[in-house]
Structures are given as C-alpha cells and as structure tokens.
C-alpha cells in the first residue's frame, strides 16, 4: 500500500478554489432572490410596483421566466471571488505553516496550534489582499448610495 503524497500550492489553491465554487453554486439562488427583493424594497420606495412576495416567490419567478440563468444570475463574478478569496487562503495556509513552525523551531509537520492560528490569519490576508487587488469592483449592488 503506498503513503499519500501531500498535494502541492497549486493543486491546494485549485482545490480550495473549486470547494468555494461549489458552495457558491449552491447558495447563489438565495443570493439571487435577496438581491431582488432587496432591489424591490429601493423601488417600491420610489412608487414602484411590487412583484415578488417572499424569497421563494421569487425564485419560482424568476425560474418560470428566466430558466437556470436568472436563478444563477450574477455566478461568474461569485466565482471569481471565490477562487481568487479562498483558493489562496486555502492554497497557501499550508506552505505559510510550514514556514511559520520552522521560524518558531517546530518540525514543519507538527501541528501547534499557535502557529496554525498565525498561519490561518496569514493566508486570510494573502486571500483578502489577491481577492481586493485582482478583482476591484463592488459585488453587493443594493450598498449603493441613492441620490
């Protein structure tokens, strides 16, 4: 039987990219229906009219008029954020550990957990800090300021 060979960054950042990207398929539709109900209390404020009741009145809209691309409106950006914001926290937690123990003088593969916290906040920054410069534009449209 062979020993597992630990996977690489890269296939750690694909991983990790590809994990959040799963997840966010998955939660879009809620994010889709928030958004539109969120847009619809702005308008509705303004004199105009409601169409949606609840949010899963408007994913049952929004799918009978517009089919999966309406439900999943708005995927390839989520996607974006999502590989770039977690495939690096995720892909780089590990090499920035191994780092940290031998900077501290424990064995790279020895977990401690004060190097393993160090290390989570390191690759969340790498994360935040490649999601902000790589991709500057805002996601949550609703945040806008109305004149």
């Not at 004060?114 to 790498?126: D, H, K, R």
Request: proline content about 5%; glycine content about 12%.
């Amino acid at each position: 039987m062979s020993v597992p060979t630990p996977i690489s960054t890269t296939e750690s950042f694909f991983c990790g990219g590809l994990a959040a990207c799963v997840a966010v398929t998955i939660s879009n539709p809620a994010e889709v229906a928030k958004t539109r109900l969120q847009l619809q209390g702005e308008l509705a404020k303004g004199g105009g009219q409601r169409v949606y009741n609840s949010a899963v009145d408007v994913l049952r809209k929004t799918w009978r008029n517009e089919g999966i691309r309406g439900v999943q409106r708005g995927l390839a950006p989520g996607y974006v954020y999502q590989i770039l914001l977690n495939g690096s926290r995720l892909g780089f937690y590990e090499p920035i550990r191994s780092t940290v123990n031998a900077l501290f003088g424990y064995d790279a593969k020895q977990q401690v957990v004060f190097t393993s916290v160090l290390s989570g906040a390191a690759s969340g920054v790498v994360g935040g800090t490649n999601m902000s410069a790589s991709v500057p534009m805002t996601f949550d449209l609703t945040s806008a300021k109305h004149p």
